[in-house]
């Protein structure tokens, strides 16, 4: 059974950091793209960032770019979104989420909330 | 960047109708685009994906069709589980793989 778990989410201040993980099971991991989409409270779903097979293309959305970094561990079956800079906009529910050969999200994980406040 | 227009943003229905969402993209996506449903304190579930495939264990009634810049998503015979929001996906270029601003169903 495909699992995917996000953990990491919390309380920041403002101009603070935080770390998502995403562990992954029941599937090749290295195998799939995987994206970060991320869902601000009572508003619309918004992607985030999505890795290849091997760690070697990244894409942002522009509103993260040089703020979040993406990353993945395929020895850990591991996905990371490292947030810097945050802002209160980027208060949101993170999923991760297993990209399909169609492009499409098959698997989601249940979503960890971050919260930028003072 | 391609843009993502879904209409309406809400729709008041009854258990049996037959209801329509529409999904615009700002330049032509071929068949790359995606519909999924989202319930409160749930992850998005993926229903359709290529425009008119219909995921495995998705119900019929679901379908979706169009190509290119507008496509749609049609419920037939409505059933009280199918209360959500219902969000398209462009997956044909990134960054980013946009989402629409979805379309939240209402019981009438």
């Known amino acids: 059974e495909v699992q995917l778990v996000e953990s990491g989410g919390g309380l920041v201040q403002p101009g603070g950091s935080l770390r998502l993980s995403c562990a992954a099971s029941?599937?090749?991991?290295?195998?799939?793209?995987m994206s970060w989409v991320r869902q601000a409270p009572g508003k619309g779903l918004e992607w985030v960032a999505n890795?290849?097979?091997?760690?070697?293309?990244?894409y942002y959305v522009d509103s993260v770019k040089g703020r979040f970094t993406i990353s993945r561990d395929n020895a850990k079956n591991s996905l990371y979104l490292q947030m810097n800079s945050l802002r209160a906009e980027d208060t949101a529910v993170y999923y991760c989420?297993?990209?399909?050969?169609?492009?499409?999200?098959?698997?989601w994980g249940q979503g960890t909330l971050v919260t930028v406040s003072s | 960047d391609i843009q993502v227009t879904q209409s309406p943003l809400f729709l008041s229905v009854s258990v049996g109708d037959t209801v329509s969402v529409t999904c615009r993209t700002s330049q032509d996506i071929g068949t790359y685009l995606a519909w999924y449903q989202q319930k409160p304190g749930n992850a998005p579930k993926l229903l359709i994906y290529?425009?008119?495939t219909l995921q495995s264990g998705v119900p019929s009634r679901f379908s979706g069709s169009g190509s290119g810049t507008e496509f749609t998503l049609t419920i037939r015979s409505l059933q009280p589980e199918d209360i959500a929001t219902y969000y398209c996906?462009?997956?044909?270029?990134?960054?980013?793989?946009?989402f629409g601003q979805g379309t939240k169903l209402e019981i009438k």
């Open positions: 290529a425009a008119s």
């Open positions: 029941g599937f090749t991991f290295s195998s799939y793209w």
């Open positions: 989420a297993r990209t399909e050969p169609s492009g499409s999200y098959r698997y």
């Open positions: 890795i290849k097979q091997d760690g070697s293309e990244k």
């Open positions: 996906q462009q997956l044909d270029s990134f960054p980013p793989h946009a």
